[in-house]
C-alpha cells in the first residue's frame, strides 16, 4: 500500500475483475471494478472523501480554539 492507503491490483485472469483495495480505521475494503479505469476512480473518489473529512475534522478544531 502506498501513503494514501490504497491499492489497485491488477486480474490474474480473463474475465476476473480489478480490485480497489483500501485500509480504514474501520478495516480492509475491496471493491470490485470492470476496468483499471474504473478502479482508478474508484480509488480517487476513496481518497478525495478521506480527505474531504480529514479536512472537516481540522475545520472542526479550529473553530473550537476560536470560540475560546
Known amino acids: 500500500m502506498d501513503e494514501h492507503h ?4 491488477v486480474p ?5 475483475p480489478y ?4 485500509v480504514t480505521s474501520d478495516g480492509v475494503v475491496a471493491r470490485p ?8 476512480i474508484l480509488l480517487s473518489r476513496e481518497r478525495l472523501a ?6 472537516r475534522g481540522h475545520d472542526g478544531v ?7
Open 50 to 55: 478521506r480527505a474531504r473529512a480529514g479536512q
Open 33 to 40: 471494478a470492470q476496468t483499471r479505469a474504473e478502479a482508478r
Open 19 to 22: 480490485l480497489v483495495v483500501t
Open 12 to 16: 490474474p485472469a480473463n474475465g476476473l
Open 6 to 9: 490504497g491499492a489497485i491490483y
Open 62 to 68: 479550529e473553530r473550537t480554539i476560536d470560540a475560546q
